[in-house]
T-cell receptor
């Protein structure tokens, strides 16, 4: 089956720093989504990527879909305390089912 | 737009009782809804895919007789945990997939989750 790897598993950074995290897969996908989950809440969609090479921004967030369609990265610029949470990068497979990786846990030190 | 609600947000029940969780798409029609379970410090695990007007499709290892799913309308799906036991305690999250009119077909919008604690 497909494997989805997220790295790093966790990050503990200083407020104001930039953050970069990525996802890689052994399979090719047509869609890559980035979600953020805060404690006790459901995931919230941040960015959706639909084309290889696509680069999309949402405020301080920027995500790119890799040319090979096997990877994606998410950058957060000038982090703030409310960026704390778990970042997931699920991919869509047959039947629109999403496969979630283990997530990247982000902690921001004020 | 694309708001999904869940009710209740948390529930505590005794072992052996049944609990129903509702998932609603508030501002769009969702022909497909998904139910996930998330244990502490773990990722979301898909339990089943719920299609309006038809039987749900369960993932391998998920007991369909224990986790009853009903998707009676384009805006409502329910998950009933029957004869709940402490090991069923978890965070249950639903998502709804917007149709072509509401957005890209692969985009799922998640509810806020329901925390189930079985004593």
């Amino acid at each position: 089956g497909q494997q989805l790897n997220q790295s790093p598993q966790s990050m503990f950074i200083q407020e104001g720093e930039d953050v970069s995290m990525n996802c890689t897969s052994s399979s090719i996908f047509n869609t890559w989504l980035w979600y953020k989950q805060e404690p006790g809440e459901g995931p919230v969609l941040l960015i959706a990527l639909y084309k290889a090479g696509e680069l999309t921004s949402n405020g301080r967030l920027t995500a790119q879909f890799g040319i090979t369609r096997k990877d994606s990265f998410l950058n957060i610029s000038a982090s703030i305390p409310s960026d704390v949470g778990i970042y997931f990068c699920p991919t869509a497979s047959s039947g629109d089912k999403l496969t979630f990786g283990t997530g990247t846990r982000l902690a921001v030190r004020p | 737009g694309a708001v999904v609600s869940q009710h209740p947000s948390w529930v505590i029940c005794k072992s052996g009782t049944s609990v129903k969780i509702e998932c609603r798409s508030l501002d769009f029609q969702a022909t497909t809804m998904f139910w996930y379970r998330q244990f502490p410090k773990q990722s979301l695990m898909l339990m089943a895919t719920s299609n309006e007007g038809s039987k749900a499709t369960y993932e391998q290892g998920v007991e369909k007789d224990k986790f009853l799913i009903n998707h009676a309308s384009l805006t409502l799906s329910t998950l009933t945990v029957t004869s709940a036991h402490p090991e069923d305690s978890s965070f249950y999250i639903c998502s709804a997939r917007a149709g072509l009119a509401g957005g890209f077909t692969d985009t799922q919008y998640f509810g806020p989750g329901t925390r189930l604690t079985v004593l």
